[in-house]
């Protein structure tokens, strides 16, 4: 394994005037080359208002407090865990394993728990699993995850590195943040001298009652792979190492990892003999109705605009029902409580304007994950292509969406002079015409957001965006671009 991919260890500063933090990172190398961001915000590059000095105890808010009062807190280890984060400055770590190029919508609630503490003037360490993602955590699965090669590996080291970064270089404050591959320590561990040092710990009764391992020998057939079963002891190392060499007291995590997170506990408590480290958890993301949230019909909402675009993942949210969205203001936002409280009281009120709280969700999530420029383009291409807008289409707005609506090529010849109604069924946007007619009758069918009202209505040139691209729509949500060939 050592030979698995060049090691990077970079430093690198936020900038501030007369002021500097480290932000320190370790992951592979990628072999592939990587998505550039496509927003202003260049890679590792922090400049943004920060205040200058950490708070002092005295007016520290109690984070754990917080995060019970928003609905972020599950299980504590230790209720001592109360004082102590209120009493000193404390560094904690959530872990993400690389099993895909960047994180999804289920874990954006881990990084906005850690944003919560950099808010509460404690420190962070974000650990990406190099080397516990080519075992696979078996929490909350029924079957092995597949094995990753060493380049999809590295490939999603770098992925998840730079998305995490990005999110957090929104709101990090003026508090270290350290990224870390487990990797760099796992590299140099000797088989035997693991089970001495750490395996004459582990009791194999009290592994067999960790909840995760318990589902999985009840619900699976294929039962659990050795490999699998000493996973909370990986992750549990990794807990301890990070207690003895970063000062790390406090490990995150969803509530499916409530078994792995108290073997890193009782590990440190017998190695170390200390009782100082401590357990947090969050509850799993979902829905009021049961089903986990964080999916759409097309798939995971990502994390990353090279996956899903500020557009597409402001619409999601945007979407989210009424049932929902006070809930999720108060998990995945930092508006205060008295404000979420006000916006709950208005949409109980007559004067209510419809979907006004999902609005104001779209905004602060899509503004946390994509910062300001990011929200800005979801914004003005949600305005541009309402059907029926004012807002003057262009060609790079329509084509911002194209990855995220169907899309065709056609030939000029082929469009100047068509008619709308015969376009939109060619296109596919519409099965046939038929429906195309009584969807225009119904006011229904636009072009480029302008309503057709003549079943007769042809295409010239002027109707093509900058000579580049047409916009169709059947209703405000079927769209359909074509690219002028």
Not at 103 to 129: D, E, K, Q, Y
Not at 392 to 398: F, G, H, P, S, Y
Not at 439 to 466: C, T
């Amino acid at each position: 394994m050592a030979g698995a991919g060049a090691l990077l260890r970079t430093t690198f500063l936020i900038a501030k005037p007369n002021y500097k933090i480290p932000i320190t990172f370790s992951l592979f190398q990628s072999q592939s080359k990587r998505t550039p961001h496509h927003h202003n915000r260049r890679h590792y590059q922090f400049i943004r208002k920060f205040s200058s000095s950490q708070p002092s105890h005295r007016n520290r808010s109690n984070v754990v407090d917080i995060l019970e009062e928003r609905g972020l807190l599950e299980s504590l280890t230790s209720e001592n865990l109360r004082s102590v984060c209120s009493d000193s400055s404390l560094r904690v770590y959530c872990g993400f394993d690389p099993t895909a190029e960047t994180l999804h919508l289920g874990n954006l609630i881990g990084i906005i728990v850690l944003s919560w503490f950099l808010r509460c003037g404690h420190s962070a360490v974000v650990l990406v699993g190099g080397a516990t993602g080519r075992i696979g955590d078996p929490s909350g699965k029924s079957f092995e995850r597949p094995e990753l090669d060493i380049q999809t590996l590295n490939r999603n080291i770098a992925g998840i590195s730079d998305t995490v970064l990005n999110i957090l270089n929104v709101d990090n404050g003026s508090y270290s943040i350290r990224v870390l591959n487990n990797y760099d320590w796992w590299k140099d561990v000797k088989f035997l001298d693991f089970l001495k040092d750490v395996g004459r710990f582990a009791r194999v009764n009290t592994m067999m009652a960790k909840e995760s391992v318990k589902r999985r020998l009840e619900a699976s057939d294929q039962g659990l792979s050795y490999t699998e079963f000493t996973y909370q002891l990986l992750q549990g190392y990794d807990f301890f190492h990070l207690f003895k060499s970063e000062n790390v007291r406090v490990q995150i995590g969803g509530s499916d990892q409530w078994g792995n997170i108290t073997a890193g506990t009782e590990l440190i408590r017998k190695l170390h003999q200390s009782d100082a480290a401590y357990g947090l958890t969050f509850p799993l993301l979902l829905k009021s109705d049961g089903t986990k949230f964080g999916k759409s019909e097309d798939g995971a909402i990502w994390l990353s605009p090279s996956m899903l675009s500020p557009y597409k993942f402001y619409q999601y949210f945007f979407s989210i029902p009424d049932d929902d969205v006070v809930r999720f203001l108060r998990i995945l936002t930092f508006v205060s409580l008295e404000e979420i409280g006000e916006i709950e009281m208005e949409m109980k009120s007559d004067g209510y304007v419809q979907n006004s709280a999902q609005r104001r969700l779209a905004e602060e999530v899509t503004r946390f994950v994509h910062g300001e420029d990011g929200l800005a383009e979801a914004i003005k291409a949600t305005e541009a292509l309402r059907p029926g807008s004012d807002t003057r289409l262009d060609w790079k707005t329509i084509e911002g969406i194209s990855e995220d609506v169907p899309w065709c090529c056609l030939g000029y010849d082929e469009v100047v002079n068509a008619r709308v109604v015969d376009i939109s069924v060619s296109t596919g946007l519409i099965e046939s015409k038929s429906a195309a007619r009584r969807l225009l009758k119904q006011g229904g069918l636009y072009l480029n957001n302008g309503r057709v009202d003549d079943e007769g209505k042809k295409i010239d040139s002027d109707d093509i965006v900058d000579g580049k691209i047409l916009l169709l729509s059947a209703g405000k949500k079927n769209k359909m671009v074509v690219r002028i060939a």
